[in-house]
């Protein structure tokens, strides 16, 4: 992906968030924050009797890049299971979104997968 098709899906993304909004009866929510610049994230999560990703959603409220992560993550993992979603990798997003624009914002990047992956853990615990 070139430079611009990278900016152009992160300013869609933030722009135009897919499934944004609360979600009823959700599995399990889990939230954080990036303190460095403050963004927050709160994702919600309804998982199927396979325990796969069913149904998700977000709130939140940040940078440009955290939120437009947000949102290409809710995409990516509708459908996976939890187990796959606890072992992605941490540059998925930075991949999806380009690296060559996002790689000096990573944290910001890697909020909403850190906060599934929590979310998910901490559910498993349960």
Do not use: W
């Not at 909004?21 to 399990?28: I, K, P, Q, S, V």
Request: hydrophobic share 35%; glycine share 10%; proline share 3%.
């Amino acid at each position: 992906m070139d430079r611009q098709s990278a900016i152009d899906t992160i300013l869609d993304h933030y722009e135009n968030p897919r499934n944004y909004g609360r979600l009823d009866n959700a599995t399990f929510v889990h939230e954080g924050r990036n303190p460095g610049c403050g963004d927050l994230v709160r994702l919600y999560v309804r998982l199927d009797g396979e325990d796969r990703i069913e149904a998700i959603r977000f709130e939140g409220e940040g940078c440009t890049i955290s939120q437009a992560a947000a949102s290409l993550l809710t995409g990516l993992v509708l459908g996976e299971s939890l187990d796959d979603v606890l072992k992605m990798d941490e540059m998925l997003l930075a991949d999806a979104l380009g690296p060559e624009v996002v790689m000096n914002r990573l944290p910001c990047v890697n909020l909403s997968l850190r906060i599934l992956q929590e979310g998910g853990r901490a559910y498993r615990q349960t």
